[in-house]
């Protein structure tokens, strides 16, 4: 046989494995991507600890939560609820002293990282690769805040709520409920479970309601109604605290020089947050509260509507408002605290999954992206930095550059759920008469 019959022989082989190769991996759900997934899920893992290892001061929180736990006659803890509470009471009782706890609880969290990946990758959907990816970048930006604070709990609970949305809308009405014991904050997102189907509707609520009774009926009998209110009255006394949309423009007046004039001034509350006090600041407070009862109102309007609307329900419509108002939570809260951006994370990952080339959904995952990273590179590593006053500083620069995204991130979300309800098999438009 001559040397070019042989070439022509070898790439004949070659040729169709190539093919094989990549038809296998341009497959959505494919040996080779889930290995590949893991394998970068576990790179990234190695990048969080070290990043905690480099950056060791948010394990305080971690210890606050065992002194919290082993010191119940204490006032620690009370502004989280007790629901909470109770995966570190687990974790308290496997750990001798807070360093033992700390890595309790990172480890605690890595595992829920792993099952709600595991969620993803079950669903063998177009977007499976995509959302996974995403996911495991995220919890990167997130550093942290994504084994260290309570946080990602009521978020992955939140990213589940989203993904039975399209499977049990009852199901996925039990898990808000548990997220909202959680954390309080989701309870607002009840409304977009309801459906001009009254039996649907009824049931929904039905479940919602028990689940919330029988928890709270759980938390009186084992800690008093005072635990039930605790988190309630927590909230209310805060002022505005430095990080949130609203103080944006204080903190520039503070800390860029030539515009301070120390008529600021940054003091550690008694809400165990860092708030700003000085001309406007009671405005921004009213305004932030204004803005809050707004979107409040917006969400029962949104409820009413449904229910009178001749159209069923849709859970794309609902997934694609449930992200809106959580930006708009954000946006719109007094207080802006750097583990709130892990609420975005779970949810955004279904987004991607259930619409991976959608471009409002691709621009708020890319922008959630940078957004949390911004958060991580203010806090905990130049947290100190923002509170300084007539002193520039990069971090300052990224804190009212990650607002200022948060805000267009509001935005692309609102144009996302025009462009649902305008798609939407079921209905035209959320607040169209027929």
């Given amino acids: 046989m001559s040397d070019s019959a042989k070439n022509t022989t070898k790439t004949a082989i070659v040729q169709p494995k190539i093919q ?8 959505p759900f494919s040996p080779i991507k889930i290995t590949a997934i893991w394998i970068l899920w576990l790179i990234a893992k190695l990048v969080i600890i070290a990043g905690v290892h480099a950056e060791p001061m948010p394990t305080g929180d971690a210890h606050y939560y065992f002194y919290g736990i082993t010191h119940p006659e204490s006032d620690a803890l009370n502004e989280y609820p007790a629901l909470l509470l109770a995966p570190l009471q687990l974790l308290a009782l496997f750990s001798n002293d807070e360093n033992a706890f700390t890595i309790a609880l990172i480890i605690a969290t890595i595992a829920l990282d792993a099952i709600f990946l595991c969620f993803i990758l079950c669903q063998k959907q177009k977007g499976t690769f995509s959302a996974s990816v995403f996911w ?3 919890t990167v930006t997130a550093l942290h805040m994504s ?7 009521p978020g992955v609970c939140i990213g589940i709520f989203a993904l039975a949305l399209f499977t049990s809308p009852t199901f996925s009405s039990a898990i808000l409920a548990i997220a909202t014991m959680l954390k309080l904050w989701p309870g607002v997102l009840a409304a977009g479970l309801l459906s001009s189907k009254k039996k649907m509707s009824a049931r929904t609520v039905e479940v919602f309601g028990a689940t919330i009774l029988l928890i709270a009926l759980s938390i009186i009998g084992a800690s008093g109604i005072t635990r039930i209110t605790s988190p309630l009255t927590y909230q209310s006394d805060r002022g505005l605290q430095i990080e949130s949309f609203w103080a944006t423009p204080f903190m520039l007046l503070h800390g860029i020089p030539g515009l301070s004039d120390g008529s600021y001034e940054i003091f550690y509350a008694p809400s165990k947050s860092f708030e700003i006090s000085g001309p406007g600041v009671s405005t921004a407070l009213m305004i932030s509260s204004i803005g809050f009862g707004l979107l409040i109102i917006f969400c029962l309007l949104w ?4 229910l009178r609307a001749p159209y069923t329900y849709d ?3 609902t997934l694609s ?7 708009c939570l954000l946006v719109t809260n007094k207080v802006f605290s750097p583990q709130y951006l892990v609420w975005l994370g779970p949810i955004l990952s279904i987004c991607l999954l259930k619409q991976p080339h959608n471009k409002y959904v691709r621009l708020l995952c890319i922008l959630c992206l940078v957004i949390t990273a911004l958060g991580t590179y203010i806090y905990p590593f130049h947290y100190g930095d ?17 607002n200022i995204l948060v805000f267009i991130s509001a935005i692309i979300s609102a144009c996302w759920l025009k462009q649902t309800l305008s798609n939407s098999p079921t209905r035209n438009n959320q607040f169209s008469e027929k």
């Fill in 20 to 27: 094989s190769n990549r038809k296998l991996w341009s497959r």
């Fill in 136 to 138: 495991i970048f995220f």
């Fill in 147 to 153: 084994v260290l604070r309570l946080d990602i709990i």
């Fill in 303 to 306: 409820a009413v509507k449904t």
């Fill in 315 to 317: 859970p794309l419509v």
């Fill in 321 to 327: 408002w449930t992200v809106t108002i959580i930006i």
């Fill in 386 to 402: 923002i509170m300084q006053a007539d002193i520039f500083s990069w971090a300052l620069v990224a804190l009212a550059a990650r």
